[in-house]
């Protein structure tokens, strides 16, 4: 059960959605199951997995989003989702309704298509599945902490103030012409040696001009 969850994890980000909504007339189209790719470690017999049915939540938001946008084509996703959230609350029992029923259908149909394909994996492709999970969780969970630090930091500059924030343009600046004096030496000796192919292009045209005048 815990292997079948974290199939699940890793499907949410595969193939396209099993069911669009239809924006006219505001009715539910029901289509089969879409399916993604066939990962590299799995079974040439095995036609792909369905993706991880979007939430009754996430399903209004997709379908909404386009048309907030329309309306207020320079409000930027943040606000629009926030918008978005506020009308989901407001929205009808009967309505939420739809979304929900639609949700639990397509829900269904996806753990039985997830079985039927476990059924068919080897052994081997099981352990190969599990590491490709845990790899997704760990490239995830690395990425998350990287924006919460890059955030972070965007916010600690942003609380500097103008001479604090000058010091670090002034290091910038410093370090800029101490690379770009240090690239330019390493480049003359690799002309001396032969190795043009090394170079810059725009060093290559400084060289040949050089040596024309001469």
């Given at each position: 059960m815990a292997l079948l969850r974290g199939v699940w994890g890793v499907l949410s980000a595969l193939g396209k959605s099993g069911a669009d909504l239809c924006a006219v007339c505001g009715s539910r189209l029901r289509s089969p199951f879409s399916f993604a790719y066939v990962p590299r470690w799995f079974s040439s017999t095995?036609?792909?997995?369905?993706?991880?049915?979007?939430?009754?939540?996430?399903?209004?938001?997709?379908?909404?989003?386009?048309i907030f946008k329309?309306?207020?084509p320079d409000a930027k996703n943040s606000e629009l989702i926030k918008k978005i959230a506020e009308l989901w609350r407001e929205l009808p029992d009967s309505e939420k309704k739809i979304y929900e029923d639609a949700y639990r259908a397509d829900w269904q149909v996806y753990k039985e298509e997830?079985?039927?394909?476990?059924?068919?994996?080897?052994?081997?492709?099981?352990?190969?599945?599990?590491?490709?999970i845990m790899q997704k969780r760990l490239k995830k969970k690395a990425l998350i902490k990287k924006r919460v630090k890059l955030k972070t930091i965007n916010e600690n500059w942003k609380n500097l103030s103008s001479s604090q924030k000058q010091v670090y343009i002034q290091l910038a600046e410093d370090d800029k012409v101490r690379y770009y004096n240090e690239m330019k030496s390493w480049e003359e000796q690799?002309?001396?040696v032969g190795r043009n192919d090394?170079?810059?292009?725009?060093?290559?045209?400084?060289a040949k001009k050089d040596t024309e005048e001469c």
């Open positions: 095995l036609s792909g997995f369905p993706k991880k049915p979007m939430t009754s939540y996430v399903r209004f938001s997709k379908e909404q989003l386009p329309a309306q207020n997830v079985n039927r394909i476990q059924e068919q994996l080897t052994p081997s492709q099981m352990v190969s599945l599990e590491k490709e690799m002309v001396e090394l170079i810059r292009r725009s060093m290559k045209h400084s």
